[in-house]
């Protein structure tokens, strides 16, 4: 199954071209020059190791360009977006630590200003993940004015970098394939 899933990964992944995202009619000259442009050549399918999770107090040394609070803006430039991704959790403290590996190093590539919220239910219940979104994009409203909103599940990884997370004039799904259903 794994071989299917890897020869047939590329033909079944639907994603947004970055350049359809990145539309900048709306700006002046000196604007456009001061937005961060991702090298799209620098952007791939990339392997992900979703056995060893480093621990959350490595994961801060290893990407020292996070900021406190799961914030990271690019210095050289002005990014196109500001983008709030929203995960709900509860009780995938392995999955969450994948998720943030493969995050934080890929929107660092696509030069994205972004903040991550984690929003964890406590107690019992049944998992309300509706709620949680919910609670999230009421929180990140307070932190920031928002250009666009991810709502990311925990353990959904990223796989191809050229799916820029920004948004455009319609929602999107993000995860158009899953490798559990051999990317159908």
Do not use: W
């Amino acid at each position: 199954m794994l071989f299917f899933s890897l020869v047939n990964y590329k033909d079944h992944c639907i994603f947004t071209h970055p350049k359809t995202l990145l539309d900048f009619s709306h700006k002046s000259a000196s604007e456009v020059l001061d937005i961060c442009q991702p090298k799209l050549e620098n952007l791939d399918v990339t392997n992900i190791d979703i056995v060893n999770a480093f621990p959350i107090p490595e994961l801060a040394e290893k990407y020292p360009f996070v900021k406190k609070g799961g914030h990271f803006s690019p210095k050289d430039c002005k990014s196109y977006q500001k983008v709030a991704i929203i995960v709900p959790y509860r009780d995938r403290l392995h999955h969450l630590k994948i998720l943030l590996n493969r995050l934080h190093p890929m929107l660092f590539k696509q030069q994205i200003e972004y903040r991550i919220f984690i929003i964890e239910q406590s107690g019992n219940d049944r998992f309300n993940r509706g709620k949680l979104m919910n609670v999230g994009f009421t929180e990140a409203l307070k932190y920031e004015n928002f250009d666009c909103f991810v709502f990311h599940d925990a353990d959904l990884l990223p796989e191809n970098d050229k799916n820029l997370y920004l948004c455009d004039n319609n929602v999107r799904q993000l995860s158009s394939a899953i490798d559990e259903m051999r990317y159908q």
